[in-house]
Structure formats: C-alpha cells, structure tokens
C-alpha cells in the first residue's frame, strides 16, 4: 500500500477485503430482505435507502489525514471498509425501495458507482450527491420528519467521519440504522494509555460527549504516594474497545429506543476486533430481527 500525491490510498484491484467484509454484507443485506418483506404489508410508506459512504463499489481510498498517519492504520485495517450498493438493488423476490440515495464526498469515485448503478439497474430511483454525510443526514430528517417516509441507513465510513450532532437529528424519525463503529482500529488508538487525548475534538463530535465525561468513562486516576511526593497516576480501563462499542450503544439509545446490545464485531486474522457493527431502530421487532441475524452471522 502506498500514498499518491493526492494523499490518497492506492491499492492494487482485487487486493482487498476479507472474510470479515463478508461477514458485515452478509449481515446487512440479510437485513435489508427483511426489512423489505416487511414493508410491503405497509404499501403507504415510501422506504428511503440511504448509504452515507457508498464509495466507488470497487475499492476503498481513505485520504492521508494527520490522525491517519499517527495512528499507522495497516493494510488489512483499511480492506475491512466496503459498501454495499449492488447487493441492495440487486435482492431476490425483487424486492425494492421506493428511492436510493448514495452519498459520498469523493466525487470520482461516486460518479463512477453511478455509471455502473445506472446500466445494471435502469429501472430504479437512483440519487447520487457528492456531499459531506453529515449534511446529508440532516436534509434526511426532514424528510423523514414529514411522516410519510420510512429509512434504512448504512453508515460505514471507515474512520470517525459521522458527528454525534448529525445522527441526532434522527430523533424521533422512522429509521432503521446500522453503524460501523471503528472501535478497534481508530477510537481505541485516539484513547492513548497516558490520557492525553490529542484529538479531543475528534472524540467530543463522535460520541457527543464532552471530553471529561469521555476520559471519566475511559480512565481511572489514583493518587499514590512516591518519594517525591503525591502522585497522581492515570490508568486506561481493561478492554477498552469493547466499552467503546458499549458507550456508542448507550449513546444511540439517546435517540432509538431498540438498539443491540451485542453488536457484529467484526475482527482482523489474528481475531483482533477492528468494529462493531450496531444496530438501532424505534421498533422492537426490527431489533429482534437484527439480533436473530447478528447471532446466526
């Protein structure tokens, strides 16, 4: 793997994803069927698909950011992020949403998803933008707020891409969600042993937390008693990357009232987890079919 000029990613075709980039799609579009199925006994819902990083459909490319390179996130690490476009508009029974919209801020890469997307599947209501996610999932609310219009999101970005301010707009909405939580692969690392916290900032905007409460969360202070003095002395909470999925998860039931408790973790070949996959949805029934998916995966 190597970085071009345009501090992107460049990765021989084909050389990418794993077994646990099947193992979300998998999940997912097993979701996706069911979630259809269901729907159609409600024919007066107009069901929205919306996919916040969809991508090119063929690789991934995750720009050089300053985070990104202190973090040193591997090969392997990055092969994990795929979307999931095809396998939506292409599910047996012929099922289908009423509108699909493909986000994604890389206009290259999406204009290319979008020329493959028009001639396989001319006979769906496609909408490509070129936009942040963020803004994205604001103007979704609203339209969801009209009450009219049922969702189901995928938001897997690779890194910490979604603000907590942006998701929270969903409060309240009809919306089916599932989030790929990089627990192990970034948050983890942003979460130094020392406690010094240099991306904050990055932190606060994810969970929507201020950093205090993050680190009260994440950290343990004791003061002991040295020869020179009282010490204080900052310690990080054994198996951090399973407290961060369980924190985002609390933090989504802030706005869902079902959200899986035990999220897909999704783990590198030395069965390291990388993320979490969570679901959240307003009804009950949705997050017992998640679970039942989660379980069988």
């Keep these: 793997m190597t970085w071009n000029r345009n501090n992107e990613v460049n990765e021989s075709a084909g050389d990418w994803g794993g077994p646990w980039t099947e193992k979300k799609l998998e999940t ?14 409600f024919p007066f819902w ?43 508009l292409d599910l047996k029974d012929n099922l289908s949403f009423n509108y699909y919209y493909f986000i994604d801020k890389n206009e290259k890469s999406l204009k290319k998803l979008e020329v493959k997307l028009r001639e396989k599947f001319k006979n769906k209501n496609l909408i490509f933008r070129s ?26 970005p690779f890194g910490m891409q979604i603000d907590w301010d942006s998701i929270e707009q969903l409060r309240g909405t009809r919306s089916d969600v599932w989030i790929l939580v990089p627990t192990g692969v970034i948050v983890n690392r942003l979460l130094d042993k020392k406690g010094k916290l240099e991306f ?35 310690t990080k909470v054994s198996k951090p990357v399973e407290k961060i999925a369980k924190l985002y998860a609390e933090r ?21 987890p ?9 009804n009950k029934n949705a997050k017992k079919i998640a679970k039942q998916i989660i379980i069988s995966t």
Excluded at 258 to 271: I, Q, S
């Design 131 to 156: 936009e942040d996610a963020n803004k994205q999932l604001v103007e979704l609310s609203s339209a969801l707020n009209k009450n009219k219009y049922a969702a189901l999101i995928l938001l897997d």
């Design 200 to 234: 904050s900032d990055k932190l606060e905007s994810f969970f929507g937390l201020p950093i205090e409460e993050i680190k009260s969360y994440f950290y343990k202070e004791q003061k002991v008693q040295t020869l020179f003095g009282e010490e204080e002395i900052i």
């Design 28 to 41: 997912f579009s097993k979701y996706v069927w069911s979630y259809l199925v269901i729907m159609k006994k």
């Design 46 to 88: 107009k069901t929205i698909y919306f996919d916040g990083f969809v991508g090119s459909g063929t690789k991934n490319k995750t720009g050089n950011s300053e985070l990104y390179q202190q973090l040193k996130i591997t090969e392997e690490e990055e092969r994990t992020y795929k979307g999931a476009a095809e396998r939506v």
């Design 274 to 282: 990388l993320f979490h996959f969570v679901f959240a949805s307003n």
């Design 252 to 272: 989504m039931k802030t706005i869902w009232e079902h959200v899986t408790e035990e999220p897909l973790v999704l783990n590198n070949r030395n069965g390291v």
